[in-house]
Every structure is written in C-alpha cells, then in structure tokens.
C-alpha cells in the first residue's frame, strides 16, 4: 500500500485517483451533470500518469472506446449519470456477455436509477456488480474494489455515486490498495500478434472461438455465465448493519441516504429507540439474508431511498412477509433535477424514521418545486 | 473456344463451388464452362476446356476461392496491371 | 508453371465459408487480407467486426477479432488503437452497420483523424435480414420494404458515404473499389494497401467496396455484377476519393476508372495480373 497522504479532494477528484492508483489506463465519457467533474479529472490527468481519456462525441462513442481498450487487457472506465447511461446498455450487454472488466460510473441523479444499475437496462441474462459508496472515504476504496472484481470475475462493476459523492469535499488518502488475492490472466486480449499463426483471438459476446479451437458454443456460454452470476452472490455481498440486536424497526438505504440513516439511527439508538439499520454496499449482489435475519425479529421495515421506490421490491424480497415493509422516503429533486433535494436532511429523516417506528402517519414530503 | 496452346492453367476445387458461375464470363479466352453434372452441394461447377492463359480473372471474381492458378514463368511479370 | 494464385487467402482459417453463392463480400475479404498478408502486417492487425452475413468470417479470419455490435466498430477501434498504437486496427462493416446503424460512429471517428481503418461492405441492402432497404439503397431499388422500388420521396435519398467522409478534414484516405469484375478486384486490393499504408502514416482511411448481393436482390447470381454496375455503381462512384487530402472531382474518377478499366483488359488480354 502507497500512501500518499490525506489530502482534502472533491469527491470526482478522489474517484479519478483511485482508479489511476488501480492502474485505469482509459477512460472515454460524455458531459452531464453530475457525473461531469468525474471526466474532467480523467481529462486532465490519465494522459499525465501514460493513459488515455476521449471526450466521446457521444455516450454511444464512449461505450463503443472503452470496449475496444477492455478487449486490450487494459483497465478501463467509462461513465455518466443514469441518462447517459441508458444509451449505453445495449453496448454494456455485450461487453459483459464478453466478459471484459468494465468500470462504469454512475455519478447519478438521486436514486433514480437502482433498477437500471441492479437489472440493467440492456438484453440479455447478465448482471453488473453494483457497489454502493456511501462517502467519498469509502467511494475511494470502491473504486479501487471495483477494478479488481471487475477483473476477478471477468465482470463489469457498476460504481453508484451521486451529486453529493460527486461535489462535496473530504480529506482522503489515495493509496493503491492492495488486493490479496490473485487475478486470473489476461489470456484473452487482443493484441495483434497471433495473426497468422492459427491461434489468433477472438473477443466475442457469442462465446464462439476461432475455427480451430475450443469453442463453447451460445448455449454452453450462458450457462457458465449464469454459473458465475451464482458464484458472484455466493462470494461478493457487502453489507453494513448497525442496531439491529434488539431491533424493532429496521430501516434499510444505501448511498449517500445510507450515511444519513447510520447518523439518525446511531442518534436515536442513543436516546433509548429500538431501531437498527442495513446499509447494502453491494446493491448486486443484495444481502438478502442480512435483511431476512434483521427482519426475523423486527416489527416493522422502513426503506429510506431518494426514488419512488425502487430497492424496496429487493428488501420486500428478502423479508418475504415476516414483517411490513414501508418505504420511507421518496422522489426528492432539487429544483434544478440533479442533486440529492430536500428529502437529504438528517431533521427530516429523523422524523420520518420515528414515525414509522411510533405507528404514525409519515409527514408530508417537502414541496420544492418552488426552485422550478 | 480457342485453339491456342495453354500458358497457363487452373485447378478447380468443384466441391467447393456453390454455382455463382462469375467466373464464366470474367474469363478472357472463354474457357470455362458449367459442368452438366452436380457437386455434392448440388451445384454446377466450372470446367477448363484447352487455352487457358494464366491470367487470374477467374480467381479475382470467385467468392468461393475454388481457383489456384499457374502461370508459365515469363520474363519480366509481362502485364501486370498497375 | 509457376503459382501465382492460391485458393483461399492464407489469413483464413477455412477453405469454405457460409455465403451465399455469388456474393460479393468473400472478394472483398480476400482483398483485406492479402493486403494485411503482403504488407508485413499480419502480427500487428487487428480486426472490430461489425454485424452481417461477414460476421461469420469473425470465427475464420486468422487475425486478432473484437466482435462488435451494429454500427459501433469504429469506436470500438478506437479503444483498441488508442491501447496499441503500434497495432493496424480496421472495422469490417456492412452499410446497414455502418451507414444506418453507425454514421455518426464513422463520421466522428474520421472527423478524429483516428489512425485505423474502416472497411465497408457496400451491397445497398441488408442481406442478412433477407433483403431490405439500406441507407445506401440506391433510388428504385427493390427490397423487402420497397417492393415499388426505392422512392426518394418516400423513403428518402441514399447517403453517399464515401463522399460524405471525403469532405472531412480528419479523413486522410477515402476509396470506393467493387468486386464486380477481375480488374475492379485487384484495383480495390491496392486501395486496401494504400489505407493500411495511409494508417502507419498516422491517419483515418476509408475503403468502401460496392459488393454483389443477388440474394438480397432477387436475381440471379451470374446478373450480380451486372446489376451492382447499372444500379448501385451509377450513384456510388468508383474511385480514390480523396487521396493525400485532396478530394478527386467526379469527372476525375470516371475518367480514372475508364482508363484503369481499359489498362486491366489489356493486361488480362495479355496474359494475367497480379492478384
């Protein structure tokens, strides 16, 4: 591990170093707010640290560059918010069905965008690992965790940032870290050089072979790619959890929202309230067990997430009707559309988290549409 | 047909011709033809009659690679084309 | 007798391939590869693939493959270049890949001055849904969804790509070969040449090669080059269309391709050509 000191960064900052003291050699992307600062920084330094950065003229382009660098053997990134990002998935269907390690940030709008990161929105049966930072602290070492399962598992990995992640500063130690665990070879990138010889390479989604060698065929490859989802959920969960021994409300979220929850929960704990917290780091694979056993003892579920209600299918899920399960929060824009909005506020979580917890009705969602 | 004595020839993989027949009129002495018989594909295929020059043109417009082509050595490579 | 022509080109894999009988794409293939083979550059090519009836040569072409999907090739190629830039990196794109699908992949890629070469199939139809109307689709032709004929007020006007990437300052080499007879074969081999060469040099170039498709056409195989020079070939004009940056006049390319047509007859007339 390589410290470089603790040094205050802008969250884009600090996400664009990691993934350089990963060893990111490309990075293609398209402005839009606010994953804009994100490209900035790759801009302004991969060609400095030897790598490449394109501002594509278009998602579309931006996807297409960064599947041409991953079918090299280099790490690679690419990025945008969750609009952008919709005019990547076909593209990211294919490069995971080829099985190149992408890293794909979503510095999203809210949390508008947890079916898209945990579903996608492309064809095909495939998942993207999905890590959920809730601070730029820990946004740095996901980053970095990131590269290697994107490389460990031959799998795009899914970074889920948001404005706040984004734009706000924090003091942070971009040290490389240092993975113990071996990564398999690179035997498949391409090169150039087996021309002729026979033996040259093919990356493909098909998993078909060059004539000549072993080929799994369609069907063969699909199955060993479902194979490896399996072994994913089996191996990868993260999860945080906080007071749920004795818990009689469990309030899940994730993100930015998950480090506000911890706050108001570790705050309430303190006043004598039974309420504990689940904290998914990995949105997939999702800790349905940490939110089954949390839920086994508990009265009631409350799920605080910045969309209509999206993560709350997943923990319904995993609590499978042994308790009620409530979501929380709610759509919260600020008035501009790309930040975290008004529902951010650890007052207003607070209360509604006591609400939930007394049998109350939730208050009313602040209007904000007075910024319009 | 012609007459004239061959200063080249071909060799014709019939099994893995698929009956385009391009290769008929892109002949410049005129001689190839389709066979009357059937490959195992079922298609016609071309057959060398006495005249052929060595030129390529068969080779150039056949998709399905079935011409390998000799030529009498000449000095120098008298009309390549630039 | 000495060899001067072999069966299938060494880069292949295969002796025999999935088309269809006189399709024009095979030809084309054979041009890319022998110019890769005679240039030297077989251990530093890499191919981005583009979906049509040519992806099967994916699993064949013994060349390193990134397979992409429709349109988006050229960008893919440009990840790849970017990480070596010692490799020569070509897209092989049908016009229904790169001409719907993909234009502004291709356009951006050119305007960048990419340093890789993109190749296009050009039949005017998409022959692997089984024959339906393309960008390039020529006005009157008939397709699948214009049974009537290809009607410019109806369905628009085709894209000439070749002339459209031409007037773009990052393009460095722009030609259009076809494969409809012996010498455009050979003529379309050296353009390949040319656009590897124009990319070692540091700069984007072009080939796009007008191909039979009788199939996707609905005649017969022996009226394939025939139809492509009376329909597509009218309005897709043959030629090095802007070479060493300097864009060639219509006028200049017939004239061209009139002399070149007759310089390939006296050579065949004399006795053969280089293949």
Known sequence: MSSTGMKLMEGSEAMAEASIAAGCKFFAGYPMTPFTELLEHFAKRLPEEGGVCINAESELEAAGMVWGALSTGARAATGSTGQGLSLMQETFSEITLAELPLVIFNMARGQQDYYQSTRGGGHGDYRHIVLAPMDIGEAVQLTQLAFHLADKWRNPVLVYGDYLIAHIQEAVDIARVDFDEPLPAKDWAVDGSLGGSGRSRLVSSLGFAKAGQPSPGIERHLRAMAEKFAAIEASEIRVETGGL????????????????????????????EKIGYVRPITLWPFP??????????????GVFELCAGQMIDDVRLGVLGRAPVTGIGGISTDGSGFGVGPLLDAELIRERVLALHRGAPLPPLPDNERML | MSTVKSKGTVT???ETCKGCELCIPACPPAVLTMSSTVNHLGYHYPELADGCTGCAACLLICPDFVFEVFREARSPAAGAAT | M????????ELLLTETHHMCPGCGEPLALRGYLEAIQELGLSQRA??????????????????DLVQALHGRAPSVATGVKRMLPDSIVFTVQGDGDMVNEGLQEVLHTAARGEAVTCILLNNGVFGETGGHMTATSVIGQRTKNTLDGRDADY????????????????AAYVARGSVHNAGAVARTKRMFKR?????????????????????????????????MSATLGEVHIMGE???DGVVKSTDELHEENVRKAAEMEQALARGGIDT
């Open chain 3, 241 to 243: 269309l802007k070479v």
């Open chain 3, 46 to 63: 890499i191919a981005v693939a583009g979906i049509g009836c040519y992806t099967s040569f994916s699993m064949t072409t013994d060349v």
């Open chain 2, 12 to 14: 014709i993989a019939v």
């Open chain 3, 2 to 9: 000495k060899l001067v022509g072999q069966q299938k080109p």
């Open chain 3, 195 to 227: 656009a590897f060469q124009t990319q070692m040099d540091g700069g984007f170039s072009f080939v796009e090669v007008l191909t039979m498709c009788p199939t996707g056409w609905f005649i017969p195989t022996s009226e394939g080059p025939d139809y």
């Open chain 1, 288 to 301: 349905y067990e940490t939110i089954a056993a949390a839920a086994e003892g508990a009265e009631r579920v």
């Open chain 1, 245 to 272: 021994d004795d818990a009689e409300t469990v309030i899940v979220a994730f993100g930015s929202p998950g480090k506000f929850v911890r706050y108001v929960v570790a705050q309430l704990r303190a006043e004598g």
């Open chain 3, 155 to 170: 369905h628009g006007y085709p894209i000439l790509i070749g002339d459209l990437l031409a007037q773009l300052q990052g």
